[in-house]
């Protein structure tokens, strides 16, 4: 076609396009890609920048990289960060890696039961978890301490959780969902085809499984691998409450050292800058290895799978998922009801010991702790709201091509994914507590640090639900003289109902237990729960502290429970 037939064409097109960037709607459009900005760019690119810049002048200088790398014990939290990832991810699949073969490729009774106990050690805080390990395993005063000492009549314990392995042993216990999660979704796609040619050919249950089951799935495995690693490295609440009292450091508690006083934020961004750096490079390991997916079900999707039948191993592979399920779940919730409902958690279950009173102190006498609760709720639900608000706007921008270089906003929306929450406080703490900003301390910087954390979750189930619906539903309204806020509003928000508030309780449950990026930013008047656990636990409180920390379970499991009965019980696999 030439090109004077091909002008008119042109011409056409291109007031189309104009009226598009001018449409009425379009203003939204832009504030919102403002707002995503000003949340995930600017806090990121002022960390950096703030590595590099003299405290008082601005002026370039490595003089905080040298500061907070030319120290020993700096270095040794960093080689202790890689000794806890390392430990707790191998741990983390020893744990998950059986159970999920157990429940998806074997006849082993209690399946229902030992998932529910999977999805427990998930929703349980991990900083929750590791106050309920002090409480077992403290030197001498912990509960398996204390029954050590007197079925053998030793005068102390043998079990000491302020080391490095009780930390190492406390973290995997709560990660090791993950590891769970990526196996058994990815066992689950595997059919038995290839493992009966196996069987034919002579080799064995467990022969099969090393030789063909588990390598099939390899990929999956090292994915739930490396996001245990990555979660351990960036907690700050577990090491903070083991590591500390230990006397040894990781890079999460090594950074809190730098916002005491005084605060010292250059130092800080650039003792984080590596951990960011690191984190990025291992989840682009994760995605490379997660995208061969081509040889995780070689024979389809649609082969038939047929469970292996266990015999009397199936109780002994029951015994061990039951096992962890104690270790992760049952032990350290048990010692922590007991503290709630206890005058002294050190006396024991004597019914004398039994009382009300933590729990009415903490609801309906400590002022601190019911402001830290309205606290919670309110900034979980209100970054709920944003998350979902900015993330459905971004989304639609995004799958509809608004904008030039639309994938860029994709990216963006994810880029938190990759984030610790130490490192995202300190980026927020450099941008936008100082002047004229100011905002540190206040209730804004912790909503708007929660949004940002938990947004890739909010724009996974956007994109997933609008990726679902055919445009042309939203073109008829606009054939019709609506515009796109119209055809939002009427087509497609009815029609994202169900995925937007599973989505909104995806972000609301995590965002009422955050602890790594609350504790830079709270003030005294803006404290949570997180944050308040942690100020008591300080203070050896662990009483009042177990009824507050039962006070958010009990919401959290009353929450997911509403969810599945509202939502449905898919609503936890909305993200993608």
């Known amino acids: 076609m030439s090109d004077a037939l091909l002008a008119p064409a042109l011409d056409r097109g291109a007031p189309q396009r104009r009226l598009r960037f001018v449409e009425p709607g379009m203003a939204l459009w832009l504030l919102m890609i403002g707002a995503l900005i000003f949340l995930v760019a600017s806090p990121m690119l002022r960390l950096v920048l703030a590595s590099f810049q003299e405290p008082e002048s601005g002026r370039f200088t490595l003089a905080n990289y040298a500061e907070a790398y030319g120290r020993l014990p700096h270095l040794r939290a960093i080689l202790n960060s890689l000794e806890l990832g390392t430990g707790v991810a191998l741990l983390a699949g020893i744990f998950g890696v059986p159970i999920a073969w157990a429940i998806s ?114 990929p999956a495995i090292i994915g739930g691998l490396i996001v245990s690693f990555l979660e351990a490295i960036a907690l700050f609440g577990a090491p903070a409450l083991i590591a500390l009292p230990a006397r040894f450091h990781v890079v999460s508690t090594q950074l809190w050292q730098f916002f005491e006083y005084p605060v010292r934020v250059e130092e800080a ?16 390991l994760q995605r490379f290895l997660l995208g061969r997916r081509g040889y995780v079900a070689v024979t389809g999707k ?86 979902i608000a900015l993330a459905l706007a971004i989304a639609y921008v995004v799958s509809r091509r608004l904008v030039p270089w639309s994938n ?20 927020f703490y450099a941008a936008y507590a100082p002047p004229p900003l100011a905002l540190y301390g206040s209730a804004a910087i912790i909503v708007l640090a929660f949004t940002t954390r938990f947004l890739p979750i909010a724009y996974t189930a956007s994109a997933a639900g609008l990726a679902s619906i055919n445009p042309e539903m939203e073109e008829a309204v606009r054939n019709l003289g609506g515009g796109r806020l119209a055809a939002v509003r009427t087509v497609l928000a ?47 409180n662990f009483e009042m502290l177990s009824a507050l920390g039962s006070i958010l379970l009990i919401a959290t499991i009353t929450i997911v429970a509403l969810s599945f009965r509202l939502v449905g019980r898919d609503f936890m696999l909305r993200r993608g």
């Open 105 to 218: 490729r074997t006849d082993m009774p209690g399946k229902g039961f030992v998932r529910l106990m999977v999805f427990g050690a998930f929703i349980i805080p991990p900083y929750l978890g590791a106050i309920g390990w002090i409480l077992l395993a403290g030197p001498n005063a912990g509960w398996l301490n204390k029954a050590w000492m007197a079925a053998t009549g030793a005068s102390h314990g043998i079990f000491n959780v302020y080391s490095m392995t009780g930390l190492i042993i406390v973290v995997a216990v709560a990660s090791f969902p993950y590891v769970f999660v990526f196996t058994n979704s990815a066992l689950d796609l595997v059919s038995s085809e290839m493992e009966d040619a196996a069987a034919i050919l002579g080799a064995g249950a467990l022969r099969t499984t090393f030789g063909i089951t588990l390598p099939l799935v390899l």
């Open 408 to 427: 860029l906003l994709a990216l963006l929306s994810m880029a938190p994914f990759v984030i610790p929450g130490v490192v995202l406080a300190i980026g």
């Open 494 to 540: 009815p029609l994202l109902k169900k995925t937007l508030a599973g989505a909104w309780i995806l972000v609301f449950i995590p965002a009422t237990r955050e602890l790594s990026s609350a504790i830079f930013l709270v003030g005294p008047h803006t404290r949570v729960i997180s944050v308040m656990l942690f100020d008591l636990s300080e203070e050896g």
């Open 302 to 387: 649609g082969g038939e799978r047929r469970l292996i039948q266990l015999g009397a191993w199936r109780w002994a592979m029951l015994g061990y998922a039951l096992a962890v399920c104690l270790l992760s779940v049952l032990l350290p919730m048990l010692v922590l009801l007991q503290a709630a409902f206890a005058k002294a958690w050190g006396r024991g279950f004597a019914l004398d010991n039994l009382t009300l009173a933590n729990f009415r102190y903490i609801l309906f006498e400590q002022t601190q702790a019911q402001q830290a609760i309205l606290n919670t709720f309110l900034y979980a639900g209100a970054s709920a709201f944003a998350a």
């Open 269 to 284: 961004a650039a003792y984080a800058v590596p951990l960011l750096a690191i984190t990025v490079l291992m989840f682009a």
